[in-house]
């Protein structure tokens, strides 16, 4: 091993964005690899395109909901507490999924069609209108939440509080920015999902639009989710709730506000492949894929061993932590050709930014591609290009390839 730092516990890894030649040191050593973390346990390494996709499609060896699906370990309590159906297997995983499934069918997306592109010409249009900025303020931020708003039903006024909570619950994944009683909470930290008091404050606001769809229904996701059944007839519990109402709203906004500060910074990084979509707009799902591969909104999942097991060839323990790095997976050369340049032409659907397939593959996932396809076609049609005008602000974060900060303007 060389001197490459190749220990992906370490968040000082991940400061200015993804550690690309540590992912490349640790696929190129025989099997998985095994990094110690400070606590005294460890976990193994899963960086190989083809090794992901095996531990991600068999949710029955290696589970989501035994040790959970970030790479701290946290009690008993703690993971009853903080369930939702990221941290659940079958069945019950399947149970919420059906549930919830009929909202992100690509035919159910795609009659969102005329709301986004509505949505997103009118934050564009303020970029525009500003000619330079923060990407992220404008653009990134409040498209993807003010859809997923319209989507599950919530009221406008309430995007910059929901934008203010999940901005808590990124950080909170790291060191935390928030005082324990923050938003009036008295839970323990612990209990609480990212160990953030933003999340006893999200679990409230659910609580509320719960309460209301039982009395008002709607045709929208919060009646699904305040009222709908499951296959055994029973309506989600308190806890059921609020942990997927978070799930949901944490999960389809962060992610999708991180592809589309990718595609700006890859624009800027790579115009003259992004000149190839503009002469030829039938690109613009390929490079939108591309853009997922790069960026990979979601750095690892983790899972754990339900049994004795071999992968890579190498020998697997029942209770073993297993890390899949998606990211790294994404830039596999084994997978993909020159796999660190971007081409918008390059025909990698099968990246890694949604999982590795199975069961938990995003349930957002057809959403999150049209929003990030009309928002590059609606910057096509209006035939500009932008650059940055200084360098991004990553969050410092192992498990979501944030950006923070990112000034922007349009080019001359």
């Known amino acids: 091993m060389n001197s490459v730092n190749t220990n992906l516990a370490d968040y000082d890894l991940f400061d200015q964005g993804l550690p690309l030649e540590s992912f490349a040191e640790i696929r190129k050593q025989p099997g998985l690899y095994w990094i110690d973390e400070e606590d005294g346990s460890g976990f193994w390494a899963v960086t190989r395109h083809k090794d992901i996709q095996a531990v991600s499609r068999d949710a029955e060896t290696f589970s989501s909901a035994v040790g959970f699906t970030h790479m701290e370990d946290i009690d008993a309590e703690a993971m ?7 941290e659940t297997d079958p069945p019950k995983h399947m149970a919420i999924r059906k549930m919830l499934a009929p909202f992100f069918t690509p035919r159910k997306v795609k009659e969102c069609e ?3 592109r509505e949505v997103v010409n009118k934050h564009l249009d303020a ?3 500003a000619g330079e900025g923060d990407w992220l303020k404008l653009v990134a931020k409040p498209i993807p939440i003010e859809v997923l708003c319209r989507l ?6 309430d995007i910059p509080f929901i934008i203010e ?3 808590h619950l990124v950080i909170g994944i790291t060191v935390g920015d928030l005082p324990a009683d923050a938003y009036g909470n008295t839970t323990e930290l612990r209990l609480l999902p990212f160990n953030s008091p933003a999340a006893h404050a999200l679990f409230e606001y659910g609580e509320k639009i719960r309460a209301d769809r039982r009395a008002n229904p709607r045709e929208d996701l919060a009646t699904i989710l305040a009222t709908g059944k499951l296959e055994t007839g029973a309506e989600l519990n308190d806890l059921d709730y609020r942990n997927n109402f978070q799930a949901l709203v944490f999960a389809g906004n962060e992610t999708t506000r991180t592809a589309m500060s990718h595609l700006a910074l890859q624009w800027s990084l790579n115009p003259a492949e992004f000149a190839k979509v503009a002469a030829d707009p039938g690109l613009i799902p390929s490079a939108i894929d591309e853009v997922l591969r790069v960026a990979s909104p979601v750095i690892y999942m983790r899972r754990t061993a339900t ?3 071999e ?3 190498t020998q697997i323990k029942k209770g073993d932590k297993i890390i899949t790095w998606f990211a790294a997976g994404n830039h596999d050369e084994e997978a993909f050709d020159d796999p660190h340049s971007f081409r918008a032409d390059r025909k990698a659907s099968n990246h890694e930014a949604f999982g590795g397939g199975g069961i938990h593959t995003c349930l957002g996932a057809f959403l999150a591609r049209l929003e990030l396809r009309i928002l590059l076609d609606e910057m096509v049609k209006r035939n500009f290009s932008i650059e940055t005008t200084g360098e991004p602000v990553y969050i410092k ?4 390839n944030g950006i923070d900060a990112m000034p922007m303007r349009i080019k001359d």
């Open 311 to 313: 992968l890579a060839g």
């Open 80 to 86: 009853e507490y903080r369930r939702s159906i990221i």
């Open 127 to 129: 970029f525009v209108a």
């Open 307 to 309: 049994k004795d097991t």
């Open 165 to 167: 909570l999940t901005d």
């Open 114 to 116: 005329a709301m986004i």
């Open 152 to 157: 599950i039903g919530l009221p406008e006024e």
């Open 397 to 400: 974060s192992n498990f979501v």
